[in-house]
């Protein structure tokens, strides 16, 4: 394994340190690696060693490529700066990629605390946004992140569908950053589409880190099960950016949304009732709508008892109550609809642009 350390400013002492692993001869299967931009905590005065190399380990053990960032902090840390710092090393990283054997769409950041904060921001309203965020006991809260740096913005407002999958853990008794943080954001996700994964640990202390007794002391009062964030977070990746193929990644599991009503282009992966209320749509879902009207009933005996009973009691109105939240390629498979015309509607909705 190579280490380098790179001066990314040298006035305020930001650097980027790289654990960069070896691809290719015995790793034959391997020719690149995802890669993981650590962001420490440390309330924007200092970053903290103990969310630095700890957590690295756990990362290179799993394959990845690591760096660690030490961005501004104390009276350097007024905004845009530590945003800016993130900026310059995921340019760097990007920039170097092919040296250092890294996928660039597969680049991942992880912060605690007011990195957590950073790492949010990068991953809400950076320019070079990373492809998942792993935030842990993370400040979110603008009136909650002015008490480390007052010039840091809120992040919970700057969620948007483009906002990257996010994987949250936390202690629900954390009195340094309370957990109101955590269930805000994941709510703010939750309501633009974007996939998330979140652990909420009963009880610990805020900063844990890994959780190992060689960075938390035995008697801090740990939930026992908060360590596996570590092991819950990789396989989460695993699920998002995809695993070690055979010199490739394998596919994701897990998409960057809940369903297609979130991308970019209209899909058989949106709903049946984001599709009929979008007006952009409704020259390309006519001729099925028109289909299903005729056979709403075979349709949702298909789909279950349940849908089946209300269609018939209460008509078009009820068979929407139980589809219009699932997506359109579900309920294509409750039908007997041609292979021919669900290809024609799959090709006529992938050319439409998605207004939301």
Request: aromatic content about 10%; glycine content about 8%; hydrophobic content about 35%.
């Given at each position: 394994?190579?280490?380098?350390?790179?001066?990314?400013?040298?006035?305020?002492?930001?650097?980027?340190?790289a654990?960069?692993?070896?691809?290719?001869?015995?790793?034959a299967?391997?020719?690149?690696?995802?890669?993981?931009?650590?962001?420490?905590g440390g309330?924007?005065?200092y970053?903290?060693?103990?969310?630095?190399?700890?957590?690295?380990?756990?990362?290179?053990?799993?394959?990845?490529?690591?760096?660690?960032?030490?961005?501004?902090?104390g009276?350097?840390?007024?905004?845009?700066?530590?945003?800016?710092?993130?900026?310059a090393?995921?340019?760097?990283?990007?920039?170097?990629?092919?040296?250092?054997?890294?996928y660039?769409?597969?680049?991942?950041?992880?912060?605690?605390?007011?990195?957590?904060?950073?790492?949010?921001?990068?991953?809400?309203?950076?320019?070079?946004?990373?492809?998942?965020?792993?935030?842990?006991?993370?400040?979110t809260?603008?009136?909650?992140?002015k008490n480390?740096?007052?010039t840091?913005?809120?992040?919970?407002?700057?969620?948007?569908r483009?906002?990257?999958?996010?994987?949250?853990?936390?202690?629900?008794?954390?009195?340094?950053?309370?957990?109101e943080n955590?269930?805000?954001?994941?709510?703010?996700?939750?309501?633009?589409?974007?996939?998330?994964?979140?652990?909420?640990?009963a009880?610990?202390p805020?900063?844990?880190?890994?959780?190992?007794?060689?960075?938390?002391?035995?008697?801090?009062?740990?939930?026992?099960?908060?360590?596996?964030?570590?092991?819950?977070?990789?396989?989460?990746?695993?699920?998002?950016?995809?695993?070690?193929?055979?010199?490739?990644?394998t596919?994701?599991?897990?998409?960057?949304?809940v369903?297609?009503?979130?991308?970019?282009?209209?899909?058989?992966?949106?709903?049946l009732?984001?599709?009929?209320?979008?007006?952009?749509?409704?020259?390309?879902?006519?001729?099925?709508?028109?289909?299903?009207?005729?056979?709403?009933?075979?349709?949702?005996?298909?789909?279950?008892?349940?849908?089946?009973?209300i269609?018939?009691r209460?008509g078009m109105?009820?068979?929407?109550?139980?589809?219009?939240?699932?997506?359109?390629?579900?309920?294509?498979?409750?039908?007997?609809?041609?292979?021919?015309?669900?290809?024609?509607?799959?090709?006529?909705?992938?050319?439409?642009?998605?207004?939301?």
């Amino acid at each position: 394994m190579n280490i380098e350390k790179i001066v990314l400013e040298q006035e305020r002492k930001v650097t980027l340190t790289a654990y960069l692993q070896e691809t290719g001869g015995r790793f034959a299967y391997i020719e690149k690696r995802p890669g993981i931009l650590i962001i420490p905590g440390g309330g924007y005065q200092y970053c903290s060693e103990r969310e630095a190399d700890p957590p690295a380990m756990a990362f290179l053990k799993a394959g990845f490529q690591v760096f660690i960032l030490n961005y501004s902090i104390g009276k350097d840390a007024r905004w845009p700066n530590p945003l800016n710092d993130y900026e310059a090393a995921m340019e760097q990283i990007q920039t170097k990629a092919e040296e250092w054997r890294i996928y660039k769409d597969k680049i991942a950041v992880l912060g605690f605390s007011a990195g957590g904060h950073l790492a949010a921001s990068a991953a809400t309203m950076a320019q070079h946004r990373p492809a998942a965020a792993i935030l842990g006991y993370a400040v979110t809260l603008g009136d909650m992140v002015k008490n480390c740096e007052e010039t840091a913005p809120d992040v919970v407002s700057a969620v948007d569908r483009r906002t990257c999958p996010c994987f949250v853990f936390a202690t629900r008794n954390d009195s340094v950053v309370p957990i109101e943080n955590s269930l805000t954001f994941i709510t703010a996700l939750a309501k633009n589409g974007v996939s998330f994964e979140t652990h909420i640990y009963a009880y610990g202390p805020h900063g844990f880190s890994t959780g190992d007794t060689s960075v938390e002391y035995k008697d801090s009062h740990l939930c026992s099960r908060a360590p596996k964030w570590t092991e819950d977070s990789i396989a989460w990746l695993r699920d998002v950016l995809g695993d070690f193929g055979d010199k490739t990644m394998t596919e994701p599991a897990c998409p960057r949304h809940v369903t297609g009503d979130y991308e970019d282009y209209l899909s058989l992966e949106c709903t049946l009732g984001y599709l009929r209320r979008c007006q952009n749509a409704a020259e390309a879902m006519e001729p099925f709508m028109k289909w299903l009207e005729e056979n709403r009933q075979q349709v949702a005996d298909s789909i279950g008892p349940a849908a089946g009973e209300i269609t018939r009691r209460e008509g078009m109105e009820g068979f929407f109550l139980m589809a219009d939240n699932r997506t359109l390629r579900e309920v294509l498979g409750n039908t007997d609809l041609s292979r021919e015309e669900q290809e024609k509607l799959k090709e006529a909705l992938e050319k439409i642009e998605n207004p939301l």
